[in-house]
Nanobody, 132 residues
Framework: QLVESGGGLVQPGGSLRLSCTASGFSLTTFAIGWFRQAPGKEREGVSCIGTRGGGPHYSDSVKGRFIVSRDNAKNTIYLQMDNLTPEDTAVYYC???????????????????????????WGQGTQVTVSS
């Protein structure tokens, strides 16, 4: 399973570091994606590390502000989030494609790190709220 932690309430311009820890398997051999979902909005791919397509990858909305990294010894992936804005408020999830490890979107039939359909194992999510 995957377990996220590190969410909370932060003021605009502040920072948070989210963690995604795996149990039952090693993260070193799998790509891990970070997604977020705000109320009333679709789940959005934010970042991905460890993919065949190089990377790490970032969405345009977070590029230059978020950094994804891994600590293999702790079997943990981190998402460092800086210069946060109210638009970053959402529940953040980490996920992986545990079955095939390919991040192939079954609808597009193509590699897509940013598509939630490419993943089959999800954490429970951690709330991030950016507000003054």
């Amino acid at each position: 399973q995957l377990v996220e932690s590190g969410g909370g309430l932060v003021q605009p311009g502040g920072s948070l570091r989210l963690s995604c820890t795996a149990s039952g398997f090693s993260l070193t051999t799998f790509a891990i994606g970070w997604f977020r979902q705000a109320p009333g909005k679709e789940r959005e791919g934010v970042s991905c590390i460890g993919t065949r397509g190089g990377g790490p990858h970032y969405s345009d909305s977070v590029k230059g502000r978020f950094i994804v990294s891994r600590d293999n010894a702790k079997n943990t992936i981190y998402l460092q989030m800086d210069n946060l804005t109210p638009e970053d408020t959402a529940v953040y999830y980490c996920a992986t494609d545990l079955t095939t490890g390919t991040l192939i979107d079954p609808i597009q039939r193509a590699y897509s790190w940013a598509s939630s359909r490419s993943y089959d194992l999800w954490g429970q999510g951690t709330q991030v709220t950016v507000s003054s």
